[in-house]
């Protein structure tokens, strides 16, 4: 009989994979991920002379959390540098492994 992470590992791919993957282009490849989460969130600014005042720093930070096959990509990208997602650059921010799979969070500070 076989153990419980053996049949998990199998369900990623007969049902994780297949019940929820998207197709996105990740630095000019088409890639399967699997979305986990996106926010987009409104930074700290003060008005002044009628405006918001945050150029140092954008005023939304955008992130994006996705799965996406260690098999598939190989090897894990580096925390700092920049990847290209859908088009759009964004620094990634962490890389984990888990069972066979990255999970990659970026982010992108927007003006």
Not at 11 to 17: A, G, L, R
Not at 29 to 45: C, G, I, N, S, W
Not at 50 to 79: H, M
Request: with cysteine; charged share 30%.
């Amino acid at each position: 009989m076989t153990d419980f992470l053996e049949e998990a590992l199998a369900d990623i791919d007969s049902v994780f994979f297949q019940e929820f993957v998207e197709q996105h282009k990740i630095d000019g490849k088409p890639f399967d991920v699997v979305p986990y989460e996106m926010t987009l969130k409104e930074r700290k600014a003060h008005w002044e002379a009628g405006a918001k005042q945050n150029f140092d720093q954008g005023l939304y930070l955008s992130t994006k959390q996705f799965f996406i096959r260690k098999e598939d990509y190989g090897t894990a990208p580096k925390v700092g540098k920049l990847m290209e997602y859908d088009g759009i650059c964004y620094t990634i921010r962490s890389c984990q492994t888990e069972h066979g799979l990255y999970l990659v969070e970026l982010e992108r500070v927007r003006q």
